[in-house]
């Protein structure tokens, strides 16, 4: 009876966070496209990946305080921002974050949600901070790098947090900063395992495939015009 209850009870947080994440999804849509920032195909797939981030986020292993090691869950909307640059992939981390914050709300101060949820998450767009402009000549690594420093940029942002707002909770015998860079450091977990497999996506020519096939300079360039007939010499 308790199993059953427990399974309910998951089933209808999973459909609330879901339909918590499709409206915000539909804001960012209409405010991106009203103002240009990303064009229809940028936004089903923003919308695509958002939703398996924070899918695989329900397969974790969380802290006390706040903090997890998940399933990759970063993976998707690094990929995104790998494949649409800085600026979009900021947009689509803000968004994830935000959902974090609704699925497990852990709220001291309005700034704490802004190192934990707002910049943390934000630090996703660092992903797509280093590859090669033109795409199908971005090397295995720049994707790696770039995951490698947005998830560097949310542990600094998770430290920041433990520092300034969970001082209280520190280990006895532990300087604050001490313990909030080794509780912070589930998030090396997080961090190896996704570029794990960003780097087993890497070696796999579907994976390739898909990301030449999202390609937004491919999508921009011109199709190429017939050369103008040669004149006619008399």
Same mark, same amino acid.
């Given at each position: ?52 981030? $924070? %899918?695989?986020?329900?397969? =974790?292993?969380? +802290? !006390?305080?706040? *903090? ?6 970063? &993976?998707? @909307? ?47 767009? $660092? %992903?797509?901070?280093?590859? =090669?402009?033109? +795409? !199908?000549?971005? *090397? ?6 770039? &995951?490698? @420093? ?48 960003? %780097? ?35």
């Amino acid at each position: 009876m308790f199993q059953s209850l427990l399974a309910v009870t998951t089933a209808v947080s999973v459909v609330i966070s879901v339909a918590v994440s499709v409206v915000c999804i539909a804001l960012v849509a209409v405010l991106s496209y009203r103002h240009k920032a990303m064009t229809t195909k940028e936004i089903a797939l923003a919308a695509v990946c958002v939703g398996v981030s $924070f %899918a695989l986020s329900y397969i =974790k292993f969380s +802290l !006390p305080q706040g *903090g997890s090691a998940t399933a990759a869950s970063l &993976v998707p @909307v690094c990929i995104f921002a790998y494949i649409y640059g800085f600026r979009k992939g900021l947009i689509v981390g803000i968004v994830y974050g935000w959902l974090q914050l609704v699925q497990e709300p852990y709220i001291l101060h309005p700034a704490q949600v802004l190192l934990d949820y707002v910049l943390g998450f934000g630090c996703i767009a $660092f %992903a797509g901070a280093f590859r =090669k402009r033109n +795409l !199908p000549k971005a *090397g295995m690594y720049d994707l790696l790098l770039g &995951v490698a @420093v947005a998830g560097l940029g949310r542990y600094f942002c998770s430290f920041l947090s433990g520092v300034v707002f969970y001082a209280e909770y520190a280990w006895e015998g532990w300087p604050v900063w001490a313990y909030s860079l080794a509780y912070n450091g589930i998030l090396m977990i997080d961090i190896a395992i996704c570029l794990a497999v960003c %780097a087993v996506l890497q070696y796999t020519p579907q994976f390739k495939k898909a990301v030449l096939y999202m390609n937004p300079e491919k999508a921009a360039s011109p199709a190429p015009q017939d050369a103008p007939p040669a004149d006619i010499q008399s």
